[in-house]
T-cell receptor, first 115, second 113 residues
Framework: DSGVTQTPKHLITATGQRVTLRCSPRSGDLSVYWYQQSLDQGLQFLIH???????AKGNILERFSAQQFPDLHSELNLSSLELGDSALYFCASSVGVSGGSDTQYFGPGTRLTVL | SQKIEQNSEALNIQEGKTATLTCNYTNYSPAYLQWYRQDPGRGPVFLLL???NEKEKRKERLKVTFDTTLKQSLFHITASQPADSATYLCALARSDSNYQLIWGAGTKLIIKP
């Protein structure tokens, strides 16, 4: 158990809908990262928050948004869902601000299926 | 463009032998390189981190090498066990991209008893 929690575990929805994925980082970790993993794309970095502020954006679509709250939990909002958004969404956390030199602890993921 | 390559085909190794996985990169000068293990349907788990000025890092049966001239990292598992079967991901970070990790697609390792 990494100490990172993600809810829900599974999510099935229809095209055009909006969903919110939630992540609680390990106790003491200030950074939260969101990743998307699909079969043909591997692990894709979406966005990084550190202590409530956005630090870096990766391949995040404009239909997607995220935020980190004062209690450090984070939410990833996906809207106008398309079939191609079906994937595993992982949240990871780390102590510091550097994604590269810190160990990232991953949550169990949310499996999103868009029908 | 930046590219990270890992063997896309599964690697089959006999139990007890050393498994060696490769991570090659191009157009990139990483400050850090990390290796993670991922089991099906689960999140990656951190294994080792190596810095650009380090040639080798060890942890128990694991060894990572980092050759910035060849632009390659090798990941070794000695005395491999069936429980080592998983997908192994390499990820690189460089200073001019805010140290965000860029991930390889992973290599599936199968250890046969």
């Amino acid at each position: 158990d990494s100490g990172v929690t993600q809810t829900p575990k599974h999510l099935i929805t229809a095209t055009g809908q909006r969903v919110t994925l939630r992540c609680s980082p390990r106790s003491g970790d200030l950074s939260v990262y969101w990743y998307q993993q699909s079969l043909d794309q591997g692990l894709q970095f979406l966005i990084h928050y550190y202590n409530g502020e956005e630090r870096a954006k990766g391949n995040i679509l404009e239909r997607f948004s995220a935020q980190q709250f004062p209690d450090l939990h984070s939410e990833l909002n996906l809207s106008s869902l398309e079939l191609g958004d079906s994937a595993l969404y992982f949240c990871a956390s780390s102590v510091g601000v550097s994604g590269g030199s810190d160990t990232q602890y991953f949550g169990p993921g949310t499996r999103l299926t868009v029908l | 463009s930046q590219k990270i390559e890992q063997n896309s085909e599964a690697l089959n190794i006999q139990e007890g032998k050393t498994a060696t996985l490769t991570c090659n990169y191009t157009n990139y000068s990483p400050a850090y390189l990390q290796w993670y293990r991922q089991d099906p349907g689960r999140g990656p788990v951190f294994l080792l981190l190596i810095r650009e000025n380090e040639k080798e890092k060890r942890k128990e049966r694991l060894k990572v090498t980092f050759d910035t001239t060849l632009k390659q990292s090798l990941f070794h598992i000695t005395a491999s066990q069936p429980a080592d079967s998983a997908t192994y991901l390499c990820a690189l970070a460089r200073s001019d991209s805010n140290y965000q990790l860029i991930w390889g697609a992973g290599t599936k390792l199968i250890i046969k008893p």
